[in-house]
């Protein structure tokens, strides 16, 4: 079975935002890098490449106080490990 199998999916209706609290929440922290109105063609990679970096390195309580980047690297090196053992 295929990583992205294993992570379940959910679909939130059009302006029901309470619907979407992490994705809202991160929205949130990316506001803090680039204010509503920014111009992301004046934006260089350098620049959104540190905003993720430090996003996905921030910890979180819904996440126990890991990060996005270790729950990710733990759900894929598991990922691995069983798929080692069953030869899938």
């Not at 199998?5 to 809202?24: C, M, Q």
């Not at 993720?52 to 270790?70: F, K, Y």
Request: aromatic fraction near 12%; glycine fraction near 4%.
């Amino acid at each position: 079975m295929e990583l992205h199998e294993l992570i379940t999916t959910y679909f939130a209706r059009p302006y029901h935002s309470w619907e979407r609290g992490s994705n809202e929440n991160i929205n949130g922290y990316l506001r803090r890098f680039f204010p509503k109105g920014t111009d992301f063609d004046q934006v260089t990679q350098v620049e959104l490449d540190q905003a993720v970096e430090l996003i996905n390195n921030m910890p979180r309580r819904c996440l126990d106080w890991h990060t996005a980047a270790e729950a990710w690297a733990t759900l894929n090196k598991e990922h691995q490990t069983s798929e080692s053992c069953t030869g899938s």
